[in-house]
């Protein structure tokens, strides 16, 4: 069996979708010697060092002809595996141009095989924001994917609530995305650990942690004695310090060298939601190196997981504790784990009419 997977876009630079898909085609490689293939949905994307071996193009162009030929240039025994963001793959959240192209395909062959993996599905607010007036056709372009598909996937429950109507009583796997830097095997107690917090991800992520949370970050620092923080990713502006705790820009590394760091570092942080966390390949990253899990926001959960001062710190708990709550629970979606999932719906998976 073939596999294609259709991406927004692919590193460099390292971002969520793009990297959990190659770590996904490396394991299935790696485990099966099952052989995939990218299609970018970036017509302007060129090929970086990142993709490694793996051939990947990108689409012609953001039209649904474009995208019918280059899926039928795969062949008939390629499985399919979209990976949907649609902000990734059109600026107002709305690819058409996707669904219809995948929808040609699919209705030209009736044991093609499509399986979909939401990393989103649709938007919502208020009437000033134009996520309210987009999101009906969002929901649209969402259902007829579904539809197409022959199995589903995401990674929040509460995407899996939103896909619920359109699944005709299939089963919606809720997979929490795994770290794209590596699984060690076994990891060093937080206290034998140098006393360093690392702050990776995206730009957009860690901006937010040196803008509205950089007082949370300084506060972290104190409270763990932490003596340096380690800012890894793309170039962002950022302070010296972080109180008295002075701040050093790595910029980008290759995933086996940023494992090498968190295997080290006392404690990860991140400013994000924690109702989304299970989506964030940075705390999957944090979680999986047995690093304490630092988490930044307004609000926190106290039920379900993962929880605050159980699998992330929040400003109390024992720090041990937390770290170890937390790699524990990522054990339960590890990159092995959802690669035989993957795996088995790419092979079985039937086809819709």
């Known amino acids: 069996m073939r596999i294609l997977q259709i991406v927004p876009t692919l590193p460099p630079p390292s971002e969520g979708v793009g990297s959990y898909a190659l770590a996904l085609a490396r394991m299935l490689e790696a485990r099966w010697e099952l052989r995939t293939s990218f299609l970018v949905g970036d017509p302007s994307w060129r090929s970086g060092a990142e993709s490694g071996p793996f051939t990947a193009a990108p689409v012609p162009a953001r039209r649904p002809e474009a995208l019918t030929d280059a899926l039928e240039s795969a062949g008939d025994g390629t499985a399919v595996l979209v990976h949907y963001a649609n902000y990734g793959y059109q600026r107002r959240g709305c690819p058409a141009w996707l669904v219809e192209g995948l929808a040609r395909w699919r209705s030209r062959g009736p044991q093609r095989r499509l399986v979909t993996a939401f990393h989103e599905v649709y938007a919502s607010g208020p009437p000033w924001h134009s996520s309210f007036w987009l999101s009906p056709r969002q929901r649209r372009l969402a259902a007829t994917l579904a539809h197409l598909s022959g199995a589903l996937v995401t990674s929040l429950e509460r995407y899996r609530e939103m896909i619920q109507p359109w699944s005709e009583g299939r089963e919606i796997r809720v997979l929490p995305v795994f770290s794209t830097v590596g699984e060690p095997e076994k990891v060093r107690p937080v206290g034998e650990r140098a006393r360093r917090i690392v702050v990776f991800g995206s730009a957009g992520v860690r901006r937010r942690a040196y803008e509205r949370f950089l007082p949370d970050l300084a506060m972290t620092a104190c409270e763990l004695e932490a003596e340096e923080i380690w800012d890894i990713g793309p170039a962002v502006p950022h302070p010296a310090t972080a109180g008295s705790?002075?701040?050093?820009?790595?910029?980008?590394?290759?995933?086996?060298?940023?494992?090498?760091?968190?295997?080290?570092?006392?404690?990860?942080?991140?400013?994000?939601?924690?109702a989304f966390l299970p989506k964030s390949t940075i705390f999957a990253a944090y979680c999986s190196h047995g690093a304490l899990p630092v988490c930044s926001w307004d609000r926190h959960l106290r039920d379900g997981a993962p929880v605050a001062g159980r699998h992330y710190w929040a400003g109390s708990g024992d720090p041990q504790a937390i770290a170890s709550a937390a790699r524990d629970w990522y054990a339960g979606h590890s990159l092995t784990g959802q690669a035989e999932t993957f795996r088995r719906l790419l092979e079985c998976t039937g086809i819709r009419a």
């Open 245 to 274: 705790v002075p701040i050093l820009h790595l910029g980008v590394l290759p995933a086996e060298k940023v494992s090498k760091i968190l295997q080290d570092s006392a404690a990860g942080f991140l400013a994000y939601p924690p």
